[in-house]
């Protein structure tokens, strides 16, 4: 999947306008004439899906030196997908990550990551995300919510899609941040000038596996 960027602007910009006219679109999709509005849905039945370390991955990867790739997972998930169970009803989804679980194969790069310039994960323990109002779109599902790091809260969206594996079905997602954004790995002062953080790249992509 290609990963997707965080959506911004008020209704005025031309960014805005034209989600609002991809939502209207996707809307229109979900209602084929006398069919049930989340018929898509139906392969994930109506029981709420919990979300434990047990039935979810949560990886990451980010450029570092222009070409190699850093790679990393966390290992302390939970949360809850509400499914809807009526026409009426929305699809909801809460995912809390624990900062300090990243590993990465290196503990001192760990260390870092949860410390103070990274996540900070003393101060701000979870990573957390909060979205509904699934969109079917052409190529993916897009589920826009609020993701908050280091206590920075901003509008994101998940990129899903139901695949199945060795006939086992999995409801895997993906979403590219900027790190920059939620004030991850930016020094201040001098330590600007420090080339830990000038070879980082600034694209974070997070790929999020359920297992159904």
Not at 9 to 24: L, M, Q, W
Not at 89 to 106: F, K, N, Y
Not at 161 to 167: F, K, L, T, V
Request: aromatic share 4%; hydrophobic share 40%.
């Amino acid at each position: 999947m290609d990963p997707a960027g965080p959506m911004h602007g008020s209704p005025s910009t031309p960014g805005a306008a034209r989600a609002g006219r991809r939502r209207a679109g996707a809307r229109d999709l979900l209602a084929p004439g006398a069919e049930s509005r989340w018929g898509w849905l139906a392969s994930l039945g109506t029981s709420p899906i919990r979300l434990t370390a047990e039935n979810v991955a949560v990886s990451m990867s980010v450029r570092w030196l222009g070409g190699m790739i850093v790679r990393g997972r966390f290992t302390d998930v939970e949360g809850m997908i509400h499914l809807p169970t009526s026409d009426d009803d929305t699809m909801a989804v809460t995912v809390e990550i624990r900062a300090d679980s990243v590993r990465t194969g290196i503990s001192l790069r760990d260390r870092h990551l949860r410390g103070p310039l990274f996540l900070d994960a003393a101060h701000h323990r979870a990573i957390t995300f909060r979205g509904g109002d699934a969109m079917r779109l052409p190529t993916h599902i897009a589920v826009p919510g609020s993701l908050t790091i280091r206590g920075i809260t901003r509008t994101e969206e998940l990129r899903c899609s139901i695949g199945e594996m060795d006939s086992r079905r999995d409801l895997v997602a993906d979403v590219t941040l900027d790190r920059r954004a939620y004030n991850v790995g930016v020094p201040r002062g001098l330590r600007r000038l420090d080339p830990l953080f000038m070879v980082i790249g600034d694209d974070v992509r997070i790929a999020i596996r359920v297992a159904l």
